[in-house]
């Protein structure tokens, strides 16, 4: 999934909250951030600016889709955060 099909797909995300608890790297840290919701909303800011919050939050998921089976809407958020992985790492590498 490109980067514009991944903002298109996450600007549909109602922030419901039934992802969260599915997600293994929120149910360890508690963070907000580092949950889908938390993910999927960093990821739609991404604008070429990065915090290493930020950084941190997109690469730490697993991507394993266990939020994915929870979400209401059918939302890819595993593809989300794959597009969104590929934009940090260009970010990061001054690529873009």
């Given at each position: 999934m490109r980067i514009e099909q991944a903002l298109e797909e996450a600007s549909k995300c109602a922030f419901c909250g039934f992802c969260e608890f599915a997600c293994p790297?929120?149910?360890a840290l508690r963070v907000r951030h580092m949950g889908p919701r938390g993910r999927v909303t960093i990821a739609?800011?991404?604008d070429g600016r990065l915090t290493s919050t930020a950084a941190a939050s997109i690469m730490t998921c697993?991507?394993?889709g266990a939020c994915e089976a929870r979400c209401p809407l059918g939302l890819k958020?595993?593809?989300i955060l794959r597009a969104a992985k590929?934009?940090?790492t260009a970010l990061l590498a001054g690529t873009t």
């Open positions: 790297t929120y149910r739609r800011l991404l697993l991507a394993c958020i595993a593809s590929a934009r940090v």
